[in-house]
């Protein structure tokens, strides 16, 4: 891991050099959002109480500077200490804020104007600033007062109702996306109200909606919803609409075959020696094979059956369809492909490594997660405080020891 901003080679900066980011949220969404931020070069500065941190510090695997939640948000990121309920802690934020470029909130309603640190005072004071807001439900409306949580949205916005097979009961993701899109949506907010600050001079409120956010991820399938008047059938690992296209079993392992046109169709029926299936008219487009699914389904299954994982993925990726082996997680971050990519940064505790590339390269993983309140002596000191003052705030507990 490296610590300056630069990259390519030390010759230009990264996008976000000289922005800072004053990041008072906790838990997945607002922290995700600063961490994209981070990503691409912005000083983030996040704020935890002094002695709880951040909750996500209490979740998943510990590491050695936190835990596995806590990790994969908060890369690129510098930990200040500090208790916001006490007017120090707060003037303190505020004094960063003037300094900021960018604020990341996602207090319960009224509460960041209960600390003096709501957009109004703090646009007043600064009106560069680009202040992003995540709540759970539209600020005004009548479900403002809520607390979002990804799992209830994720129930609440149908995206359970869509995943699995048609007997299974309601599945949510595997990870909490409701949470890491809206905190990416919220980072693509942020970036537009920067920009369009180039030619204004002034920020901007950016406010994201947990639920709103969790409605937008159900896309295409949404708007099947409309059409219908009913819910979508539920298939599984196949596609609603696409045949043969899904997860299927070979004879040593599962694998994903993707059959987008009725050219690689027919293509996919040579290489499993089937071409019966291809002269076959009920199956010659897509919208024919989608309708017997059900009897072109089994017969496809049975040749994939019979043959080994291996062997399969090189005849069709050899015929150009779209293929791959089903890996298991840890087989996944710790694979050679991975690591080619440059995707996962070593270090005392193993982070994933931005997923972007700017001109041909990845940005680095500037900061490992930082300890609990790990930097609060040098960001007081940025900001005039001496070591004095420092200590006494220490004493009372309103920064971190």
């Known amino acids: 891991m490296t610590t300056g901003t630069e990259f390519d080679g030390g010759e230009r900066p990264l996008p976000l050099a000289g922005v800072r980011v004053l990041d008072l949220s906790r838990v997945l969404a607002g922290p995700w959002c600063g961490q994209v931020l981070g990503d691409l070069g912005a000083e983030v500065i996040k704020v935890e109480h002094p002695d709880r941190g951040d909750d996500t510090r209490d979740w998943g695997l510990p590491t050695a500077g936190g835990t596995t939640y806590f990790d994969s948000v908060n890369r690129n990121k510098r930990s200040l200490g500090l208790d916001l309920a006490t007017e120090e802690g707060a003037e303190i934020a505020r004094t960063l804020a003037a300094g900021s470029d960018v604020l990341i909130q996602n207090f319960k309603r009224g509460g960041a104007d209960r600390l003096g640190l709501g957009y109004a005072r703090l646009s007043a004071e600064n009106p560069r600033l680009i202040y992003c807001s995540v709540v759970g439900y539209v600020g005004d409306g009548p479900e403002a007062d809520r607390p979002g949580y990804d799992l209830v949205v994720q129930g609440e916005s149908g995206l359970m109702a869509l ?47 947990l639920y709103d956010c969790g409605l937008s991820l159900t896309s295409y399938v949404g708007l099947a919803a409309l059409a219908l008047g009913r819910d979508p059938e539920r298939v599984g690992n196949a596609h609603p609409a696409i045949v043969p296209y ?128 790990a930097h609060t002596g040098p960001i007081l000191t940025e900001l005039g405080l001496d070591a004095v003052r420092i200590a006494e705030l220490r004493a009372r507990g309103i920064v971190a020891g």
């Open 163 to 209: 995943n699995g097979r048609a007997e299974d009961p309601p599945l949510k993701v595997g990870v909490a996306a409701v949470d890491l899109f809206t905190g990416q949506y919220a980072a693509q907010g942020v970036l537009a109200a920067l920009y369009e600050r180039e030619r204004t001079g002034r920020g901007r409120l950016v406010e994201m909606a």
């Open 246 to 373: 899904g997860v299927f079993e070979a004879a040593d392992g599962p694998l994903v075959i993707t059959v987008g046109n009725n050219a690689q169709y027919r293509r996919f029926c040579a290489v499993i020696e089937r071409p019966d299936l291809a002269e076959d008219p009920d199956y010659a487009t897509n919208l024919g094979r989608s309708r017997h699914r059900d009897r072109l389904g089994p017969q496809i299954e049975a040749e994939l059956a019979r043959r080994p994982r291996a062997a399969l993925i090189a005849a069709l990726q050899a015929s150009g369809i779209p293929c791959g082996e089903v890996a298991g997680l840890h087989e996944a971050v710790r694979s050679e492909r991975t690591a080619q990519a440059g995707m996962l940064a070593d270090g005392d505790s193993p982070v994933l490594a931005p997923p972007y590339r700017i001109d041909g390269t990845r940005p680095p993983v500037r900061r490992p997660p930082p300890g609990l309140g």
